[in-house]
């Protein structure tokens, strides 16, 4: 059993803790040194039972290390902003950049656990949260981050002491509350689950420390031991690996035949009846987007697709129906030297919408599989594995009730190069056309195989690409406009 090597009684006396406790805390502040000039983002993660001592392992860590490196959340229950939005995102926006430390006081294992000992979760969801869990954290630790969890472990009879010699102190008297010893008329319980959920989620890149907590000694040097030991076996790994020189890789291979090929670009709406159907669809987006509070839904609108493709004056249409109040546009380009300090998604859970609310994007998460794909911004590895990952993160916004619709606005090469033309003899158009554009225009055929990769390696049943016809933007703005109503109206009922 998991928990069966932590209630063995190990302990640690005061002469031996007070000879090597100086030695370890020495090492941590240099080794926070070495981790922050090597880019090394640490994340420690203390969970475990009532009465373990969480919070004294937490207090020693923030008075062993430089705090200006490290930046600690303790996780409670949601507010009402975190409970607005899919619930990894109170996560994401906390995860520590490149060269410093994070310490999470209870994480995304905590709830679940909870609510499954409290009958609010199924076991088969129960399956699904920890399968998301233990993604997640293969996520981040091939992304470069270095994961540490630990779990304080007591027995029955030693958390009944603990909690009874803390109710009796009056300096420590506030932590022992009817919770804790709610908690503690369930222990078994709690303890079925816990081992379930740490077998679940324990993997060789993030595996579960199990730390016997009677001793607060022996918790504290051992805890702190393992933190030592783990970041400079992963800084010598570092030293060790060369760093990858960045080649321009291969284009993807032409496809003659290829969905994007088969999309009729003819299609064209006059400008008499545009006019008719922007306003009918307008409208209808207008009294639409109102519902979506009333449904406690979001929505987010995913626009990709070659350059001068017409994403940015099709999202002008789209919000010109919306209130100001409820959307945000993100342009997605180049990341900013914050961005590049985290794990590749980072910047895209921290913009998701509450619900009420609306995000549109002006290209995405999918620049990892297109222009990082194609200009070699990252490894092979880095895009292969993005795939898995972007359909993850989709699910988990369709689970949490996101309605995403994801378009691709085609046009032929032909239409690209006149709109390119037309930029470049139009005053105030001048700005959206520069060499990197015509740069790009040189790889049309790899950008339209990797999207095609894109297309079938991520649509998905519960976030389908829509492929929209847009060498006339009258009929693309008009196609774009009616798909949203239509899926509005499909999910809000």
């Known amino acids: ?52 001592g969480k919070g004294e392992t937490v207090n020693l860590l923030l008075e062993w290390l430089d705090a200006r490196g490290v930046r600690t959340y303790a996780f409670g229950e949601p507010s009402d902003e975190e409970r607005e939005r899919p619930r990894f995102w109170r996560y994401w926006r906390a995860l520590p950049g490149k060269g410093r430390i994070g310490i999470f006081f209870g994480a995304w294992h905590t709830q679940p656990i909870v609510d499954r000992v409290f009958k609010r979760l199924g076991r088969a969801r129960f399956d699904q949260e920890l399968d998301r869990i233990a993604d997640l954290e293969r996520m981040l630790t091939a992304d470069g981050v270095l994961i540490l969890k630990f779990w304080m472990h007591l027995s029955k009879k030693a958390q009944r002491a603990r909690l009874k010699e803390l109710e009796k102190d009056p300096k420590l008297s506030w932590k022992v509350t009817k919770r804790e010893w709610k908690f503690f008329e369930l222990y078994d319980d709690f303890r079925e689950v816990s081992e379930h959920a740490l077998r679940r989620t324990s993997a060789p890149e993030a595996p579960w420390h199990v730390i016997e907590a009677s001793d607060a000694r022996y918790r504290n040097l051992t805890v702190t031991t393992i933190i030592r030991e783990a970041i400079q076996s992963r800084l010598d790994e570092l030293k060790e690996k060369p760093a990858p020189a960045r080649e321009k890789p291969p284009l993807p291979a032409p496809r003659p035949i290829n969905i994007l090929n088969s999309l009729d670009l003819t299609r064209a709406l006059p400008d008499e009846d545009y006019e008719k159907a922007l306003l009918k669809y307008q409208s209808r987006l207008n009294r639409l987007h ?204």
């Not at 240099?30 to 983002?41: I, R, S, T």
Request: aromatic content about 10%; some cysteine.
């Open 290 to 493: 109102r519902e979506l509070p009333k449904k406690g839904r979001s929505l987010a609108l995913l626009f990709e697709g070659p350059d001068a493709a017409g994403k940015g004056g099709t999202i002008r249409r789209v919000i010109q129906a919306m209130d100001a109040r409820a959307y945000q546009v993100i342009s997605v380009a180049a990341p900013t030297e914050e961005e590049r300090q985290q794990p590749y998604l980072w910047r895209f859970w921290r913009h998701l919408p509450r619900q009420g609310h609306v995000t549109l994007y002006d290209r995405s998460w999918y620049g990892r599989v297109l222009v990082e794909r194609l200009e070699g911004f990252c490894p092979p590895a880095d895009w292969n594995r993005a795939y898995t990952e972007i359909n993850a993160f989709e699910e988990q916004q369709a689970d949490f009730g996101t309605i995403l619709v994801k378009f691709w606005l085609h046009v032929s090469p032909e239409e690209q190069l006149r709109r390119f033309q037309e930029r470049e003899h139009i005053a105030y158009k001048q700005y959206k056309i520069t060499e990197e554009d015509w740069r790009n225009r040189e790889k049309w055929n790899g950008y339209e195989a990797a999207a095609c990769d894109m297309i079938e390696r991520t649509s998905t049943d519960v976030s389908p690409w829509v492929l929209i016809e847009a060498n006339d933007k009258n009929w693309a703005r008009v196609r774009v406009l009616k798909t949203v109503c239509h899926r509005l109206e499909e999910a809000l009922g």
């Open 1 to 52: 059993m998991v928990f069966e090597s932590a209630e063995i009684g190990n302990r640690v006396d005061k002469e031996a803790y007070n000879l090597q406790a100086p030695d370890v805390r020495v090492a941590l502040l240099h080794l926070q040194g070495d981790l922050k000039e090597a880019g090394l983002p640490v994340l420690v993660i203390i969970g475990g039972v009532e009465g373990a």
